[in-house]
């Protein structure tokens, strides 16, 4: 199976702030990663998928980056909504696999 | 408004059966590949399983082949998931999600989100 690991698993950040996340697969995965923002006791809404193509009604302050094991997720501009829980997921080959997770708190 | 809805959690003891069901609406659900996830406290986001468009692909997570089974009926616009032999470690909230993309262009990317049901597997 493919490895995700995030990192950090968590953070502190302000309004305004921009935070970065990264991702590390255990395998080349291409571009096959996807990032997802969960709000407590909500589902996984989709953000980016393809590594860098932002979902339709995502804001673009959220941006995606990477090919191959490394990949990021970046948001700028941070908006009060934005304090979630975000999780990467490769779909290069099941079993798709995600991260662990990384919280965005508030500082 | 596209959906998604899931149903059939419960409480179960060690060695039991559930069925999910997930009914999608909104949307031309046979046109979509559609992924059991499910989630815990202490292992986060996990996959379960996925299905074809038409029903004739089907995967599962290595340690669920053999005890889960993934159906869908496109004429009821349903998912389902057949839970056998029941343990502990199976408790948690199972999400039905759509793929982002249609036909035989799955990404495993999951765009629609039911909103879970809850499985606890207790004695």
């Known amino acids: 199976d493919i490895q995700m690991t995030q990192s950090p698993s968590s953070l502190s950040a302000s309004v305004g702030d921009s935070v970065t996340i990264t991702c590390r697969a255990s395998?080349?995965?291409?571009?096959?990663l996807t990032w997802y923002q969960q709000r407590p006791g909500k589902a996984p809404k989709l953000l980016i998928y393809?590594?860098?193509t932002l979902q339709s009604g995502v804001p673009s302050r959220f941006r995606g980056g990477g090919a191959g094991t490394d990949f990021t997720l970046t948001v700028t501009n941070l908006q009060s909504e934005d304090f979630a829980t975000y999780y990467c997921?490769?779909?290069?080959?099941?079993?798709?696999?995600f991260g662990q997770g990384t919280k965005v708190e508030v500082k | 408004e596209v959906q998604l809805l899931e149903s059939g959690g419960g409480l179960v003891k060690p060695g039991g059966s559930l069925r999910l069901s997930c009914a999608a609406s909104?949307?031309?659900?046979?046109?979509?590949?559609m992924n059991w996830v499910r989630q815990t406290p202490g292992k986060g986001l996990e996959w379960v399983s996925s299905?074809?468009?038409?029903?004739?692909?089907?995967h599962y997570a290595d340690s669920l082949r053999g005890r889960f089974s993934v159906s869908r009926d496109n004429a009821k616009n349903s998912l389902f998931l057949q839970m056998n032999d029941l343990r502990a470690d199976d408790t948690a909230v199972y999400f039905c999600?759509?793929?982002?993309?249609?036909?035989?262009?799955?990404?495993?990317?999951?765009?629609?989100w039911g909103q879970g049901t809850v499985v606890t597997v207790s004695s």
């Open positions: 997921q490769q779909s290069f080959d099941t079993p798709y696999t």
């Open positions: 299905i074809s468009t038409s029903g004739s692909y089907k």
């Open positions: 395998q080349s995965i291409n571009t096959h």
């Open positions: 393809l590594a860098s």
């Open positions: 999600a759509r793929d982002v993309n249609t036909w035989n262009d799955a990404l495993g990317a999951f765009d629609i």
């Open positions: 909104g949307f031309t659900f046979r046109s979509y590949s």
